[in-house]
Each structure stands twice: as C-alpha cells, then as structure tokens.
C-alpha cells in the first residue's frame, strides 16, 4: 500500500471528483480521469487485492492488516470522491448539458485530444499489432457512439446488470459508463433516483457495480500485466472513437422527437454538424477556448502531477 501525506490525499479526493463528475456526462469516462492524473494502474491493482486472499487476513489478522492489503485508504479518499461529486454535481452537470452544450463538450473534446497525445507517449515502439489495436478500439467506440437508444427499463434485475455492464465502461478510458446506461436505457432512472434519493434504486444499482468492477478488474490486470503495450492501444483507441461522441455541434435529425417523457422533455435523434450548420449560436471562439482549455489542463497534469508506472 502506497502511503500518502494529507496534501497527496485531499489531490487523491479530488482526482475522485473529477471522476465522478465525468461519469455522469454521457461520452465521458472517469476512467480517462483516473488515467491521465496517474492512478489508473492503482486502481486497477487495488481492486484486485479485494479477493479471499484479503477475507482471510480479515478474518485471521484483524481490520489493520486487512485496510493495508486492500489499499483501504486509497478506496476510501477515492471513491469519497467520487460519489460526493455524482450526488453533489449530478444536477449541475445536467443543467450545463441543457444550457452550454457546445461549451461543454469543447472542453472535454480538448480533454480527450491531449489525453490521446499524453497516453500515446507511454507506448515505447509502435508496431502493427499495436496499430492495429488502436483501430480495433477506434473502431468500437466509434460505433458504440453513433447508436441511439430510448428504452426505459426500472426492472430490478436490469438496474443491477446495468451496473455491472456500466461500470466495466466507467473504468476503461474513452468508454462512457453512463452513455452505457443512456444505451441500455437506465440513464435517467439512474439519475433521477440521484435526484430523488431513491435508495433503493441507487443500492441495486451499486450492487450491480461491485460485481462488475470486481470480475472486470482482473481481466484488465492481466492484460496489463502480459499485454501492457497493446492494452494501452486498445484505451487510446477507445478514447479516439469516443470524441465522435463528444463533438460539440450536434443537429436534431427527424421531424418528431424519437420520445417524449412525461415531464415533456423530448429525446430526439442528434447527428454530428459543422458550426455553419448548427441550429442556434455556435459559439466557436469560446468553444476554441474551452478546448484549448481542455488540452491545457492535460499538459499541466502531465506536467506536474505524480506519474504512475504504465
């Protein structure tokens, strides 16, 4: 277990905000946060460390030892992170989606560009197996963001499979756990239960988390672990594909709107446009801005913050 002083675990609170606040956009992955300020890898291997192995130092040698092997205060300061800024933001962040949509994703476009830039450089010698990856990745995202979903599924069963399939995606760089969730049709149940402080719809749904992330996390330590060159060009692929998604100008397609909810809110089918096509005021110089923001923020981070060993 990794030890760190209290400044190192307020940046570790807040690289869980950070997260979790990209979690609740649709096209954006916490795990692309988690990557780019450096604890990817920690997370991964903590994760693992939860197995029989840690229950049976639990039961045997008592809580401290067991809170070490499990790496407990990093879950702890992480995920505090993480799930204050999901309850704490998740309206503000609907509210910016609604109002500045063009600004918003001009700054996560920017995000995920320099992120490419910033995870490409762990990558030694491209070859073609690794090119290769990066276009199979490239390819998946790509597809996964182009497919419109409105089903609406509040079955208990499906809350809980939405949140083991959900959060193998909120982990994986450039794959949206909650654009999963806008495909399967739980997004909105999900969110409103935030809202609402529906607690038994949020615990199905952290149920479902846990068995994901638990059987999810071994697989990506063992790519890492034989595979470390090819995983990574896999993730980047993945986040490559995913700025199809987070393109800030979007047209609706259609006349009608693909539904309309009971609170009258409208879901319609959106296309990708240039900002001479776009519908209302395409706020290209402060759009530029914001993605250059964006970039800045990942160079200052690749700069200054603590690096992992990819």
């Given at each position: 277990?990794?030890?760190?002083?209290?400044?190192?675990?307020?940046?570790?609170?807040?690289?869980?905000?950070?997260?979790?606040?990209?979690?609740?956009?649709?096209?954006?992955?916490?795990?692309?946060?988690?990557?780019?300020?450096?604890?990817?890898?920690?997370?991964?291997?903590?994760?693992?460390?939860?197995?029989?192995?840690?229950?049976?130092?639990?039961?045997?040698?008592?809580?401290?030892?067991?809170?070490?092997?499990?790496?407990?205060?990093?879950?702890?300061?992480?995920?505090?992170?993480?799930?204050?800024?999901?309850?704490?933001?998740?309206?503000?962040?609907?509210?910016?989606?609604?109002?500045?949509?063009?600004?918003?994703?001009?700054?996560?476009?920017?995000?995920?560009?320099?992120?490419?830039?910033?995870?490409?450089?762990?990558?030694?010698?491209?070859?073609?197996?690794?090119?290769?990856?990066?276009?199979?990745?490239?390819?998946?995202?790509?597809?996964?963001?182009?497919?419109?979903?409105?089903?609406?599924?509040?079955?208990?069963?499906?809350?809980?499979?939405?949140?083991a399939i959900a959060i193998c995606a909120m982990i994986l760089p450039g794959i949206s756990g909650s654009f999963i969730l806008?495909?399967?049709?739980?997004?909105?149940?999900?969110?409103?239960?935030?809202?609402?402080?529906?607690?038994?719809?949020?615990?199905?749904?952290?149920?479902?988390?846990?068995?994901?992330?638990?059987?999810?996390?071994?697989?990506?330590?063992?790519?890492?672990?034989?595979?470390?060159?090819?995983?990574?060009?896999?993730?980047?692929?993945?986040?490559?594909?995913?700025?199809?998604?987070?393109?800030?100008?979007?047209?609706?397609?259609?006349?009608?709107?693909?539904?309309?909810?009971?609170?009258?809110?409208?879901?319609?089918?959106?296309?990708?446009?240039?900002?001479?096509?776009?519908?209302?005021?395409?706020?290209?110089?402060?759009?530029?801005?914001?993605?250059?923001?964006?970039?800045?923020?990942?160079?200052?981070?690749?700069?200054?913050?603590?690096?992992?060993?990819?």
């Open positions: 277990m990794r030890e760190r002083s209290l400044t190192q675990l307020v940046l570790l609170f807040l690289r869980g905000m950070a997260m979790g606040a990209a979690d609740v956009v649709p096209g954006v992955s916490g795990g692309t946060i988690a990557f780019i300020t450096g604890i990817y890898q920690e997370l991964i291997e903590s994760l693992n460390s939860i197995n029989l192995g840690a229950l049976k130092i639990l039961l045997k040698e008592g809580v401290k030892p067991f809170w070490k092997h499990i790496n407990g205060t990093f879950f702890l300061f992480l995920f505090g992170g993480i799930i204050l800024s999901i309850i704490s933001l998740a309206k503000f962040v609907v509210h910016l989606l609604e109002n500045y949509p063009v600004l918003l994703w001009s700054f996560f476009f920017g995000l995920i560009i320099a992120s490419v830039w910033l995870i490409g450089k762990s990558i030694a010698k491209w070859n073609a197996g690794n090119i290769i990856f990066l276009i199979f990745g490239s390819t998946i995202a790509f597809y996964i963001s182009t497919i419109n979903s409105v089903a609406s599924v509040e079955s208990y069963w499906f809350i809980v499979l939405s949140g806008v495909l399967l049709g739980s997004y909105k149940t999900i969110l409103s239960a935030l809202k609402d402080s529906d607690f038994v719809l949020i615990g199905l749904f952290v149920i479902g988390c846990v068995i994901g992330l638990m059987s999810f996390a071994r697989l990506l330590k063992i790519l890492f672990e034989k595979y470390k060159e090819i995983t990574i060009a896999l993730l980047m692929g993945f986040m490559i594909g995913s700025l199809y998604k987070v393109w800030p100008w979007k047209v609706r397609v259609g006349d009608v709107p693909l539904v309309v909810h009971s609170d009258g809110k409208e879901d319609w089918m959106m296309s990708n446009s240039l900002p001479g096509s776009f519908e209302s005021d395409p706020q290209v110089c402060m759009a530029l801005i914001f993605t250059v923001t964006g970039v800045l923020l990942i160079v200052l981070l690749d700069r200054f913050a603590p690096k992992e060993s990819y």
